[in-house]
């Protein structure tokens, strides 16, 4: 919603998502202290694959041996980190009441990973992993079907944001998706309004019904990569 306002709305609501300072971090990391009971009970040897900092922090606040952080964002803050000593020069050594170590940060690019080196983050518990592409579709993406249009993932995820990008995006594909050289899957989970803005874009393209599928549930997502 902010993204489509525009203007001081946007702004204001990004400088909001930009602040996930050290305050931020000690915040979530008392409310991961409440949590601890939920995985108290489990061995502490089990490897955790975190995909929110939140959840990082009680298996690291637990105890847990093996922990790995999947950084959520392209942008650098203390919010999304999962440490076990922070070391800055604009703040104070902190070390974690439970935690004699923290998780193993993956990023996703080497700006995001100089800058967390920049901010304190030791290099023993950072990694550079690369985007979050699942395995088959990086071995098979040069490998073009004969008679197959290109295939466009879109996701759209969390609070469905980038509705303008993604509309503008699939209407610059028109001529290609209408002449089949091309074929775009949208990923909007439950998102109606979403959904809604695509339908808008589809009648502005000159789609009908007919040529657009869509799955409601997991089992047509199935049924269409059998296909």
Known sequence: MTTGSGGVIEALWGSITKSGDASSLRCTYQLAENLRPLLLDIPKDIPIIATHSLVGLVAVACGFKNVINLVIDNYAQWFVIVPG?????????????????????L???????????????????????????????????WHPVLDKPLRILLPVGGAGAQRKFVTSLLEALADDIKAGSVQVVLNAGDHNHMRDAFEASFKRMGLSTEDVTVFGDIDGVHNFCDE
């Open 107 to 141: 990023v996703q690019g080497p700006t995001n990973y100089a800058m967390f080196h920049k901010m304190g983050v030791p290099t023993s518990e950072l990694r550079l992993a690369g985007h979050w592409v699942p395995y088959d579709i990086v071995t098979n993406v």
């Open 85 to 105: 000593i922070l070391l800055s020069k604009s703040l104070a050594v902190w070390i974690m009441s439970h935690a004699s170590a923290g998780a193993i940060n």
